[in-house]
Structure formats: C-alpha cells, structure tokens
C-alpha cells in the first residue's frame, strides 16, 4: 500500500514565502527547494507542497485541489467576498494564526487632503486591488464612493490623477510616506493563517493532517511561550504566581539551604514581559530566569 500524502500550497515567491518555509523547517518537515520548481516534496514527512501565487491559495483549498494552504487573512476575505459567501469559515477550515506576514488594509489620503471624517469620501474615487472589502466597508459606513479596481501601484494612483485615495496593505506605513499619503481608515488588521479543506479525510489521511496541525501548533505554541524559574519567600508564593502569565500548575521546589524560599518553575503560555518581572520582583522573587521554548507537545 502505498503511503497517504497530503498536499499544501503556499506563495511561491513573496513576503510570505520566508516564513512558511521557516515553519515547516521548526516543524521538523525538510522540504528541498529548487528556482522555477512549482511542487517539491518532503523527504521525512508525506506531505507535498504546491508553490503558487498567493490569491489562488484559498480556492486551492476550497475546490479542494490542496489540503492545507497558508494565506494572509487579507486575501481569504476578500476572495470570500468574491465568491458571495458570508464567512470564510464557510468554505475553508481556519486552524490557527501564524504570527509572521502582520499588515492593514487601510484607506489612505494624500497628505494635504483635508481628511476629517469617513464622510469625507462620499463622492471620491479610492484605487484598489481589494474592491469587495472595500466596498463591503463603504457600504457598512453609507458611504457612496467610486472604486477603481487596479492591479499593482496602487500609492501612485492620487499622483497620477486616477483617484482621489487609495485602499491598500501597509505595514511599516514607508510606502504611504514616500508617496505623499495619509492613513484615513482601517479596513482590516490581517496575519498569515494556516487554512485546511472542508471534505472529510481518510482515516490515514486524517491522521497525517492530523500530525501536520499537532507539529505546527507545537512550534507555535513554543514560540509563544517562555520558561520561567525564580525564586520565591514562602509567604508570597500564591502572589508571585498569580503574576506569572497564563500558568496553571507551576512546578514549587524546596531550596538547599534556605527554609524560607521555594524554587518555581513554571511554562508562561503569554508574553513575558519586562513589566511582568519588574511586578515579581517587587513582590518579592528573586534569581529570575526567563527562556526560550524550542518544541511542546502538550
Ligand atoms: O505574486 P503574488 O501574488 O504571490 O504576491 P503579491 O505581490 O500579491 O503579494 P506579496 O508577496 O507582496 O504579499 C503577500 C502577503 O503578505 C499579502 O497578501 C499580505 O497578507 C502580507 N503582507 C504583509 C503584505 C505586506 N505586509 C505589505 N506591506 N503584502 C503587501 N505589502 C505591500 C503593500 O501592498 C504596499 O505596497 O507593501 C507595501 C507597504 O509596505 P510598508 O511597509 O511600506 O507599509
Ligand atoms: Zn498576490
């Protein structure tokens, strides 16, 4: 018989490409790569990836052409808008955040326009590449603007007179600044997702999905999670650990030494932050040590 393999697409060449290769690489999956390929292979994991231009990831696994896929929540929204559905939970699996590929979909302005509220628009013309959620958004505001659907450059439309604002993803908001614009309005805070197709699997086959998710939640959740160890007086332990972020059962040692400390190590599943040590060691911790989670399996 022969092995069940499951298929992922992701962006061949883009801001997201790095990342998803990265994840896969945490994830213990070893994919060879080679220029102008549009399917490799995993040696050590029966999974096959598809290198595509990230607007037809989400009807890949829609139309059921891939298992899994990797997309900005930009490009799922808007693609679900096109296809009239009312939410991409509809059509697709959502199974988790990636944290990488952070961006807006924003309105933005040329920066001498006298911008003061979303009122300000009705009657303009705003240039995009993402005219569902765009008009989803003026029509949810009652706002009767004119879209003009373009399909790259969009920062140079106001300049060249094509329109009067445009409707595009931003990031560092660089862009927007070398070419003489504001922000007016968010339309949308967007990061990668992992997406998964709607049919029932085979049982082998469920199985191999089932291990992909289980990998790259392990490594997400690591990512996201800190190892912490410190020292407390006895009297404060149930103080200090309710500082501590998202722990539930820390590990509480005696010390060698000193009757009047306990040793607490414990698995923050949220962001420690320098504000977080600074509250433990007013309450009285010392000895505090912080690091970094490679894998979990919980
Ligand atoms: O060829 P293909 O269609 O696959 O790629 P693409 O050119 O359509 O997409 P690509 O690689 O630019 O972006 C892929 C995905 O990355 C997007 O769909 C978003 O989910 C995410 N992402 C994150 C971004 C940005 N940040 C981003 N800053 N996508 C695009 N931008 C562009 C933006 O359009 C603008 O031109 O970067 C510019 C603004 O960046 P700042 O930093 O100057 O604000
Ligand atoms: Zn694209």
């Not at 569902?132 to 920062?155: N, P, R, V, W, Y």
Request: proline share 4%; charged share 25%.
């Amino acid at each position: 018989m022969t092995t069940q393999r499951i298929r992922l697409a992701l962006q061949k060449s883009g801001r997201l490409s790095e990342d998803c290769f990265d994840l896969l690489a945490r994830s213990g999956i070893k994919v060879r790569r080679h220029k102008d390929q549009l399917f490799c292979h995993s040696e050590n994991f029966p999974i096959d990836i598809l290198l595509v231009r990230d607007d037809d990831i989400p009807s890949l696994i829609i139309e059921h052409v891939c298992d899994f896929g990797i997309v900005g929540m930009n490009v799922l929204q808007e693609t679900t808008l096109s296809k009239n559905a009312h939410d991409y939970s509809d059509l697709v699996e959502p199974i988790r955040n990636l944290n990488f590929g952070y961006c807006r979909l924003s309105i933005a302005v040329p920066s001498d326009y006298e911008y003061e509220r979303i009122e300000s628009l009705s009657g303009k013309s705003i240039a995009t590449t993402y005219p569902h959620l765009l008009q989803k958004f003026l029509s949810t505001h009652d706002i009767d603007a004119k879209i003009i659907e373009l399909t790259g450059s969009i920062e140079i439309a106001p300049r060249l007179g094509i329109a009067d604002a445009i409707c595009d993803l931003v990031s560092t908001g660089g862009t927007l600044a070398a070419n003489h614009l504001k922000e007016a309005e968010t339309i949308l805070h967007s990061q990668a997702l992992l997406i998964k197709a709607r049919p029932t699997f085979t049982p082998e086959k469920q199985r191999i999905a089932n291990l992909f998710m289980r990998r790259v939640q392990g490594v997400l959740q690591a990512s996201e999670s800190k190892y912490i160890m410190l020292h407390a007086p006895k009297d404060k332990l149930q103080q200090i650990v309710a500082i501590l972020p998202g722990v539930e059962h820390p590990t509480i040692m005696t010390l060698d030494g000193d009757p009047t400390k306990v040793g607490i190590h414990a698995v923050c599943s949220e962001s420690v932050f320098w504000e977080t040590l600074e509250k433990l060691k007013d309450a009285g911790a010392s000895s505090i040590l912080v690091m970094p989670l490679e894998k979990m399996l919980m």
